[in-house]
C-alpha cells in the first residue's frame, strides 16, 4: 500500500513562506505524477500544482510565481514552497499521486494565513 505523509503546515503571518513536505512510501515519485490540492472552508477542492514523472510543473493562477512544487527523488519526498502567502491561502493541502488503479491521498495539513 502507498503510503503519504504530510508535513510542514501551520500558522504564519501575511507575506510569509512555508514549506509543505508529502513523504512517500517506496519509490514511486519518481515515475509518477504528483499533484497539491487544497480545500478551503466553504469552497471545492482546487489544484494548486503538479509535477510529472520528467520534472514538467504546472501551477494555479492564484499561486503563480508564489508556490514552487519539486520533489527529491533520492529522499521519496515531494514538496510545496509557498511564499509571499496571502490570507486566501488558508486551507488544508493534500499531496496525491496516482498508481493504478487508484490515487492515494496525504492526511491533509492545516496553513492559516493571518492578516
Known amino acids: 500500500q502507498v503510503q503519504l505523509v504530510e508535513s510542514g503546515g501551520g500558522l504564519v503571518q501575511a507575506g510569509g513562506s512555508l514549506r509543505l513536505s508529502c513523504a512517500a512510501s517506496?519509490?514511486?515519485?519518481?515515475?509518477?505524477?504528483m499533484d497539491w490540492y487544497r480545500q478551503a472552508p466553504g469552497k471545492q477542492r482546487e489544484l494548486v500544482a503538479t509535477?510529472?514523472?520528467?520534472?514538467?510543473?504546472n501551477y494555479a493562477d492564484s499561486v503563480k510565481g508564489r508556490f514552487t512544487i519539486s520533489r527529491d527523488n533520492a529522499k521519496n519526498t515531494g514538496y510545496l514552497q509557498m511564499n509571499s502567502l496571502k490570507p486566501e491561502d488558508t486551507a488544508d493541502y493534500y499531496c496525491t499521486v496516482y498508481r493504478w488503479p487508484v490515487r492515494y491521498w496525504g492526511q491533509g495539513t492545516q496553513v492559516t494565513v493571518s492578516s
Open positions: 517506496g519509490s514511486i515519485l519518481s515515475i509518477h505524477a
Open positions: 509535477i510529472t514523472s520528467s520534472g514538467s510543473t
